[in-house]
């Protein structure tokens, strides 16, 4: 009998999973899209043609599958449970900003073998080549992963089922009027 649910666990699991690399994935490919179509339209300005789609929708990709390892590996889970969710999700949202640093240095390094650079050449073209651009790329991206990580420290309280109702389902009219205005408080 434990055999034949075996099988359904891991099939929910998988949906649950894929579920989340899809919705995490169309995230970060709507936030990489949006700051590739920025620099795009300012390199425009300059007559530097730059179509960064591709890029953005492959970065969506392989960021989100790092986080999701992130996650399953327990990274960044060492505040969870005791502190206020404020704390959590900074401290998440750093640990990954850096494991996403890490990787982009070293995805630079393997892009710059294939190309025949070296080491240094490779990484002197790390978040745009000068402190100032890895800086604004880093708190870029940082402000990327903090409202994701709040999103999911709160359906890590609430349940995620409850946090999707909240955002997706309409409102029931009665629930609205019974909750009291900010004038109709005692304070």
């Given at each position: 009998?434990?055999?034949?649910?075996?099988?359904?666990?891991?099939?929910?699991?998988?949906?649950?999973?894929?579920?989340?690399?899809?919705?995490?994935?169309?995230?970060?490919?709507?936030?990489?899209?949006?700051?590739?179509?920025?620099?795009?339209?300012?390199?425009?300005?300059?007559?530097?043609?730059?179509?960064?789609?591709?890029?953005?929708?492959?970065?969506?990709?392989?960021?989100?599958?790092?986080?999701?390892?992130?996650?399953?590996?327990?990274?960044?889970?060492?505040?969870?449970?005791?502190?206020?969710?404020?704390?959590?999700?900074?401290?998440?949202?750093?640990?990954?900003?850096?494991?996403?640093?890490?990787?982009?240095?070293?995805?630079?390094?393997?892009m710059g073998y294939f190309r025949g650079e070296?080491?240094?050449?490779?990484?002197?073209?790390?978040g745009g080549g000068t402190l100032w651009q890895?800086?604004?790329?880093?708190?870029?991206?940082?402000?990327?992963?903090?409202?994701?990580?709040?999103?999911?420290?709160?359906?890590?309280?609430?349940?995620?089922?409850?946090?999707?109702?909240?955002?997706?389902?309409?409102?029931?009219?009665?629930?609205?009027?019974?909750?009291?205005?900010?004038?109709?408080?005692?304070t």
């Amino acid at each position: 009998m434990a055999t034949s649910k075996k099988p359904a666990v891991y099939r929910e699991r998988l949906k649950t999973e894929l579920r989340e690399f899809a919705v995490l994935s169309i995230y970060l490919f709507i936030c990489f899209a949006a700051l590739a179509a920025f620099k795009a339209a300012i390199l425009k300005a300059y007559g530097v043609s730059f179509v960064p789609w591709v890029f953005a929708a492959i970065k969506a990709l392989v960021s989100a599958k790092f986080l999701l390892i992130g996650r399953m590996f327990g990274l960044g889970d060492g505040l969870a449970r005791t502190y206020p969710l404020i704390i959590s999700t900074l401290y998440r949202s750093f640990a990954f900003l850096f494991v996403l640093t890490f990787l982009t240095v070293i995805e630079e390094i393997v892009m710059g073998y294939f190309r025949g650079e070296s080491i240094a050449d490779s990484l002197a073209s790390v978040g745009g080549g000068t402190l100032w651009q890895v800086i604004a790329t880093s708190v870029i991206v940082l402000l990327i992963l903090i409202p994701w990580f709040a999103f999911r420290a709160l359906g890590e309280v609430v349940g995620d089922e409850t946090l999707v109702r909240l955002f997706f389902e309409p409102r029931q009219r009665n629930e609205i009027k019974s909750r009291p205005g900010p004038q109709e408080c005692d304070t």
